[in-house]
């Protein structure tokens, strides 16, 4: 199945940038997806990309996509401390295929 | 509000007594699907319903068991628990279509078996 790598662990400085970064196996993905995931809640969709697409902007969230390497990052400027929680990598499948991955998660602390 | 929940939210429970957790949606999404979740395993996919009576296994279905009779509900079935099911678990929903596949996350049950 679809082989998806995170790191574990990341410890920013407020203010500072982030980049959690994803690699994949699956060279199919339409869609390639980053939840957040809050201390004691489920994931929710941060953003994503489409497969098209080499960056995509989004406030305080750059998505990058090299596809020709399989690899996906997340980067989060001007890091806040509610910016602490796990990120996971998730690159779709299509709509119509019911086997999903998900990468490990990334656990992102924020120190003041 | 469009959601997904899931009941109950936490269960401690004792080796090989039934359980089942429940998990309904009100978007009227054909696909979905339980995950657990792991310290250092990230999320795994346990089984997937792409619609009504239709039902796939993932990655780790070993030990569970699901049921598709109706479209908003996916409910999750340990019929002998084991300590090593002691985990987060999570339901989620999405359309199958319009192309993307974003899912929607209940909130998760925290499940203990002693």
């Known amino acids: 199945g679809e082989d998806v790598e995170q790191s574990l662990f990341l410890s920013v400085r407020e203010g500072d940038s982030s980049v959690i970064n994803c690699t994949y196996t699956?060279?199919?993905?339409?869609?390639l997806y980053w939840y957040k995931q809050e201390p004691g809640a489920g994931l929710q969709l941060l953003t994503y990309?489409?497969?098209?697409?080499d960056m995509k902007q989004d406030q305080r969230l750059t998505v990058l996509l090299n596809k020709k390497d399989k690899h996906l990052s997340l980067r989060i400027a001007d890091t806040q401390t509610g910016d602490s929680a796990i990120y996971f990598c998730s690159p779709g499948r299509g709509s119509t295929l019911g086997r999903l991955y998900f990468g490990r998660g990334t656990q992102l602390t924020v120190w003041p | 509000e469009a959601q997904v929940t899931q009941n109950p939210r936490y269960l401690i429970t004792v080796t090989g007594k039934k359980l089942t957790v429940t998990c309904s949606q009100n978007?009227?999404?054909?696909?979905m699907s339980w995950y657990r979740q792991d310290p250092g395993l990230g999320l795994r996919q346990i089984y997937y319903s792409m619609n009504v009576e239709v039902t796939d296994k993932g990655d780790v279905p070993e030990g569970y068991k699901v049921s598709r009779k109706e479209k908003r509900n996916f409910p999750l079935i340990l019929e002998s628990p084991s300590p090593n099911q002691t985990s987060l678990y999570f339901c989620?929903?999405?359309?199958?279509?319009?192309?993307?596949?974003?899912?929607?996350f209940g909130p998760g049950t925290r499940l203990t078996v002693t």
């Open positions: 990309i489409f497969s098209n697409m």
């Open positions: 978007m009227n999404h054909e696909y």
């Open positions: 989620a929903s999405r359309p199958t279509t319009g192309g993307s596949d974003e899912q929607y």
């Open positions: 699956d060279s199919s993905s339409t869609y």
